[in-house]
């Protein structure tokens, strides 16, 4: 393999049911910082039946080409399709580096494209940069088990992949009419040559769960032990109007669904509030919240590292000051409702 | 039906401890389990077989211990239990992982054909979840990701359908056999296992490979050798300047936190304001 050969940022544009999904567009924010130093294009790939049209949108987002292949085919995602469409985009144009969303079927992609191109691929990146001496991809993620980062190189295989989840990277703010090159490409596969077939799409309208809009969080770790705590939790959570959230250890535990999880394998989330209640403070968990406006911990062990992202933390057990923070809560806001009607009344 | 499962030893990622000085693991802090997404594809395996007849087999690749995993699957209900197990296969990342597996699965189709392969949604050790799809377009078959439930297998036509879960909802997809599933825990519960499956896991002795127990082998593709990604460096995340810390006995903590969460006061809509 000539490395050499290789150039170009590319990222996967995942569009559902012919609207592009917002991780295409946040990818290509971090991929134009990486195309910059590179001094390279970067360029977007959009697969889909209809679709050509949102290419534009692409480049008010900072693309500057978009590799489109526009086929019935490709109407719904299926990976035997999908596969052969990337794989032969890269064996054609070579590019160096290949950014995926995290998401069902953007993890689904980047996993078979990898062997079927025969590369290697880091999985729930949380950070990129590019080592421009060695002209090497650094895709780091939170490693195995506990509070370090881990850089994951790709040196001998091109192009170099990576997953990144939803709401990790940030869009560029839209520039209306900025223009690229959408270049067309075609497919040929054959419907009857095909072994899978997508019967049915259901998706409803809201979710469940929506950690990744809610505005204030209220969340569980393992240190509320068992459904008792749980149930603790959720009525500071109610009283606060506030959505549910996890560490990874208490969905394992069977307490909640994984919808409520926050973190690397979770949801990022970038609430106003964030009350973190018995979680430790693991990076993988870190990771999807340390941006959140304003961080609240609390938990029994003063060197728990959910501190140092903290911005306000208190050193309690959790059964004896989640109850009173939720009496005193009430509280506060009952008194501010008789004031403001009492402050009405006197107008 | 013969259906192959994919399972591998993780370390409890629950229990494992960091020492924080080195930032290394402290590998005997964590016992080594069988996956648990593993668990549910074999438990699916075993249903699978009860409806269709047929066979359960499970392979995994890993050190000697790994064997305690294949045993907890014949526990589930598994029949067959293969190890591939030799230094040449350490050090692999998951292309590398696939193309270990793909050899083993090419010598087993041969030896008793396979109609299915089931892997778990991903390992709790790594969560990449890219070594089944890599497994299914080595064999030439399709994989189907995320999988929830089975709706259909219909051997005559040589078709299934499954339901794949996806953003905010689900899919429903078929596919013609054999393919490749990795299945979601909502797949099933992992039934407590019958006391002759225990007896028999006891006893039981998983078939041990070594690569020159496989054919067609490229020694280039396997282990580290056959690895693309590489750990460069690790380091400790940056550490902010850390919380304002609370002190007081709780009753000042909980007013305390209280009055901070109302400097966010825009949040909070007053119940019964529409009335003014
Ligand atoms: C590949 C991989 C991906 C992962 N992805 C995620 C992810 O997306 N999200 C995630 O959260 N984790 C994830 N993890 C797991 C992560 O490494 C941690 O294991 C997990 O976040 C720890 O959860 P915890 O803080 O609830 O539990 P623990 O680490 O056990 O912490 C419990 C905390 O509660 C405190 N406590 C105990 N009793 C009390 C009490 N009475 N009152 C107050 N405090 C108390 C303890 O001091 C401790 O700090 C992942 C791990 C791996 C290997
Ligand atoms: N060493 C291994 N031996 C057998 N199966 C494995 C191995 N590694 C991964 N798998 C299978 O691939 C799935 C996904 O693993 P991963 O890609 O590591 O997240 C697991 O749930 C297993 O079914």
Redesign the interface.
């Known amino acids: 393999m000539n490395l050499e050969e290789y150039r170009g940022v590319w990222v996967f544009i995942e569009q ?1 049911e012919g609207k592009l999904v917002d991780v295409g567009l946040e990818l290509l924010g971090a991929g134009r910082a990486l195309a910059d130093k590179l001094e390279v294009d970067l360029c977007g790939v959009l697969l889909g039946s209809n679709v050509k049209d949102l290419a534009k949108d692409t480049f008010e987002y900072g693309a500057d080409k978009v590799y489109v292949i526009d086929d019935p085919i490709l109407e ?1 995602y ?3 399709t999908y ?1 052969k469409a990337v794989g032969d985009l890269v064996r054609k144009y070579k590019p160096e580096i290949f950014l995926y969303g995290a ?3 953007g ?2 992609l ?3 494209v ?3 191109v ?7 990146t949380t950070l990129l940069d590019v080592n421009l001496e060695k002209r090497l991809f ?1 895709a780091s993620r ?16 091109r192009p170099q992949m990576a997953t990144v989840r939803p709401k990790v990277m940030k869009k560029l703010d839209p520039q209306p009419g900025r223009v690229g090159e959408v270049i067309e490409e075609s497919i040929s596969l054959k419907e009857e040559n095909l ?13 469940a769960v929506n950690l990744e809009e809610a ?2 969080i209220v969340s569980a770790g393992k240190g509320i032990k068992d459904e008792k705590g749980f149930k603790m939790v959720e009525q500071l959570a109610d009283v ?2 506030a959505t549910v959230g996890a560490s990874r ?1 208490v969905v ?1 535990m069977g307490l909640c669904g ?1 919808d409520h999880q926050v973190g ?2 979770g949801a990022t989330v970038t609430p ?2 964030y009350i973190a209640i018995g979680i430790s403070g693991a ?1 993988q968990h ?2 999807g919240m340390q941006n959140s ?5 609390i938990n029994n062990d003063p060197d728990a590292t959910i ?11 959790a059964f ?2 989640v109850p ?2 939720t009496e ?2 009430k509280k ?2 009952k008194n ?2 008789e004031a ?2 009492g402050g ?1 009344a006197h107008v | 039906m013969n259906i192959l499962v994919c399972i591998k030893q993780v370390p409890d990622t629950k229990i494992i401890k960091i020492n924080p000085k080195t930032n290394t693991l402290d590998r005997s802090s964590a016992p080594a389990i069988l996956n648990p997404y593993d668990a549910h594809g074999v438990q699916e395996a075993v249903r699978l077989r009860k409806i269709h007849g047929g066979k359960v087999t499970v392979l995994c690749m890993g050190p000697p211990m790994a064997r305690e995993a294949i045993k907890k699957c014949v526990e589930i209900g598994a029949d067959e239990g293969y190890l591939i197990s030799d230094r040449r296969f350490a050090g692999a990342d998951t292309l590398a992982t696939s193309y270990a597996l793909y050899k083993a699965i090419q010598k087993l189709m041969k030896q008793d054909g396979i109609d299915l392969v089931l892997c778990g949604k991903h390992a709790i050790d790594g969560d990449t979840g890219q070594t089944g799809p890599g497994i299914a377009r080595r064999i030439g078959i399709p994989p189907l990701t995320n999988v929830i439930k089975v709706e259909e297998v219909d051997l005559d036509s040589q078709q299934m359908k499954v339901r794949r879960k996806i953003e905010k909802g689900y899919e429903i997809i078929q596919s013609k056999l054999p393919c490749l599933l990795t299945v979601e825990k909502e797949i099933n519960t992992v039934a407590y296992s019958p006391l002759p499956n225990m007896l028999r896991a006891a006893r039981y002795e998983p078939i041990v490979w070594t690569v020159d127990d496989l054919e067609d082998v490229d020694i280039k593709q396997l282990g580290l050798k056959g690895s693309p990604t590489i750990v460069g460096k690790m380091w400790p995340p940056a550490k902010s300047e850390g919380a304002k810390m609370i002190d007081g006995d709780v009753k000042k903590q909980a007013s305390e936190l209280v009055k901070h969460m109302l400097e966010k006061r825009e949040l909070f809509e007053v119940k019964g304001g529409e009335q003014a």
């Not at chain 1, 025969?118 to 729930?124: F, I, N, R, S, V």
């Not at chain 1, 406006?293 to 911990?297: D, L, S």
């Open positions: 559902r719904q299926r990976t035997e596969m998401t069902a079927n993890k689904d980047a996993s078979a990898a062997t079927e025969m590369t290697g691929l880091t999985a729930d650094e939170p490693a195995f088990g506990g509070n370090i980062m881990a850089t994951i190189l790709c040196k001998k295989h072994k899978t077939k997508v019967i049915e799409i259901v998706r409803s309208a809201k979710a505005e204030i606060l109007n250890d394992e994984h690397q394998t106003k509030l990076v870190v990771v406006e304003m961080i609240i911990a501190f140092n992202v903290a911005h306000f933390g208190v050193v309690a057990d004896e000051i009173l923070l005193e809560f506060a806001l501010e409702v403001e009607e009405v």
